[in-house]
């Protein structure tokens, strides 16, 4: 994949997340690796929404959280990207947003239950962060966020939202959409009276390791940008 394909990518991926309604205003990014270089990284930038996402004004940072191009502002939670692409190389790419279902479950503290089928990708875990409430501007702070998440592919930040990854876009895209399906999933039935008997290990394993797969990120992706542009020529 070339820098413009990345770009153009990182783009297709804002007007996913927004459609989707993972906006927040204008909080929330979202990143990915440059190609060829895993010390560079290409952002949203600071003050615009996830549908704004232009090749002009996205920002490229450094591992330290430092901008080093780009027209638009670096955002000040770029330390959430910085600091686990530091320990992490085997993701590329990186997104934090502000979803309901999802800062609703962190609130209440509980565990994701494996009660449906988004929820089975996060059977292998999906720790939290506890540290704070605040946005993530210091490279401590990330540091945290990084630490918390572990080996993972997400992280619930409590009373705040989710970072969530993957080793592409597509992946970080379809799990942090996944993630806010099984969230919302988890609390409605919850208040609907409480989670009934739940499927055997062995089954949500299976289901885990089907929906997981890289191909299943890719139709999907590919699916909800072909749905994103028709939406914009309506």
Same mark, same amino acid.
């Given at each position: ?15 996913? &997340? $927004?459609? !989707? ?5 204008? /909080?929330? %990014?979202?990143? =990915? ?29 450094? &591992? $330290?959280? !430092? ?5 638009? /502002?670096? %955002?000040?939670? =770029? ?156």
């Amino acid at each position: 994949m070339t820098s413009d394909e990345a770009k153009q990518k990182l783009i297709d991926s804002g007007l996913i &997340l $927004e459609l !989707e309604g993972q906006g927040d205003l204008t /909080r929330g %990014h979202v990143s =990915v690796r440059v190609p060829g270089d895993p010390s560079l990284f290409y952002m949203k930038p600071h003050s615009y929404g996830f549908d704004e996402i232009t090749m002009d004004n996205l920002v490229t940072c450094n &591992l $330290e959280g !430092e901008k080093v191009a780009g027209g638009g /502002r670096r %955002h000040s939670e =770029v330390f959430i990207h910085s600091e686990i692409y530091k320990v992490r190389p085997d993701v590329h790419s990186i997104i934090h947003t502000h979803p309901d279902h999802a800062v609703a479950l962190s609130a209440t503290g509980k565990k994701m239950r494996p009660i449906s089928q988004p929820a089975a990708a996060f059977s292998d875990g999906l720790p939290y962060y506890t540290g704070t409430i605040e946005l993530i501007r210091t490279r401590e702070m990330g540091s945290g966020v990084a630490k918390a998440l572990g080996p993972h592919k997400a992280v619930l930040m409590r009373n705040h939202g989710v970072a969530v990854v993957g080793a592409t876009l597509e992946e970080s895209v379809i799990l942090a959409i996944m993630l806010e399906n099984a969230a919302r999933i988890q609390l409605l039935a919850e208040a609907a009276g409480g989670i009934g008997e739940e499927f055997s290990g062995n089954y949500v394993q299976a289901l885990h390791d089907a929906i997981v797969k890289p191909e299943q990120y890719t139709v999907n992706f590919d699916y909800l940008r072909r749905k994103a542009l028709r939406s914009l020529k309506n």
